[in-house]
């Protein structure tokens, strides 16, 4: 999992959480949004911020804020007036579509309950001032999170795509796993194993082709499957006897090659960018 972060400047400025942010920056870090699994935010009164997290939320990219105290009674409403304007202009939205808040202390937590903005929060304390937690512990923590709020933003994209197909079947499970592939679009960035998973669906299934053609047709996933057949060539060395349509050619195919996320390797943790195009991939 790849963790792109924003910092704010402010923040940067004031020892204990400069120190914090630090500490917690030590993760697998994405040089580019388009590369994260997660975005997370760190401060919270920043308009580059909130359009940051507009954009990861266009891209069907989870986000996480961490306040940084910035939350508190005393931030909200100093100085009066501009707070006011923030909070009507872009806080208050960032805040409550966040997917989780972190907070440091139980006032902050105790206060953010009572403003009911977003109750996805978590505390994880500042080891900078706290011996009970080390700086270990707390990425430890973050990654738990990090963990809760991706695989619930997975849960949460299946749902929509079952209520969209309906009941389960084995032409259903490959529609499935294309509006998977489709919905990483606007993300620009689909990870290797789903290919790998339809090319296994496409591959081992006993699914009806007429039928699926058909259901791909209704739901206006021709031309977008037809691509991503082409691409399959190239990533899992599909072949034309396993495909329902006729696999496409042509710039958008050339697009979507470009957005396929090199598979890790596991011994040494490094991407490599994986050709398969003489044997399919294995599980």
């Known amino acids: 999992m790849k963790i792109y972060l924003y910092i704010n400047k402010s923040v940067l400025k004031i020892d204990i959480w400069r120190d914090y942010v630090s500490a917690a920056s030590e993760c697998n870090r994405a040089d580019r949004l388009s590369e994260a699994d997660l975005l997370h935010l760190f401060g919270v009164w920043d308009l580059k911020a909130s359009r940051l997290a507009r954009k990861a939320r266009k891209m069907g990219i989870p986000y ?8 508190s009674q005393w931030n909200m409403h100093h100085p009066s007036t501009k707070r006011f304007i923030q909070r009507l202009c872009y806080q208050k939205s960032m805040v409550k ?18 403003l009911k903005w977003n109750f996805q929060l978590y505390r994880i304390p500042n080891p900078i001032l706290t011996h009970l937690l080390s700086n270990a512990d707390m990425r430890d923590r973050m990654e738990e999170v990090y963990g809760k709020v991706l695989s ?20 259903h499970a490959i529609l499935r796993q294309l509006l998977q592939i489709r919905s990483r679009m606007p ?31 209704k739901l206006k ?21 396993f495909m329902p349509v006729e696999m496409l050619s042509d710039r958008k195919t050339k697009t979507i090659i470009n957005y396929c996320r090199p598979q890790q390797d596991k011994k040494d943790g490094k991407e490599k960018d994986v050709n398969t195009s003489s044997q399919p991939a294995q599980d």
């Open 221 to 241: 996933l021709l031309k977008f499957s037809r691509r991503i057949f082409k691409v399959m060539t190239i990533r899992t060395g599909l072949t034309e006897g």
């Open 152 to 171: 619930r933003h997975e849960k949460f994209k299946a749902e929509q795509i079952r209520r969209l197909i309906g009941d389960e079947s084995p032409e």
């Open 64 to 71: 996480i804020i961490s306040p940084l105290g910035g939350l």
């Open 187 to 217: 993300h620009q960035n689909i990870p290797q194993k789903y290919f790998e998973v339809l090319h296994g669906l496409l591959h081992d299934t006993d699914y009806d082709d007429d039928l699926l053609a058909e259901q791909i047709k």
């Open 97 to 114: 579509h966040a997917d989780a808040i972190l907070v440091t202390t139980p006032m902050e937590m105790q206060y953010l309950r009572k």
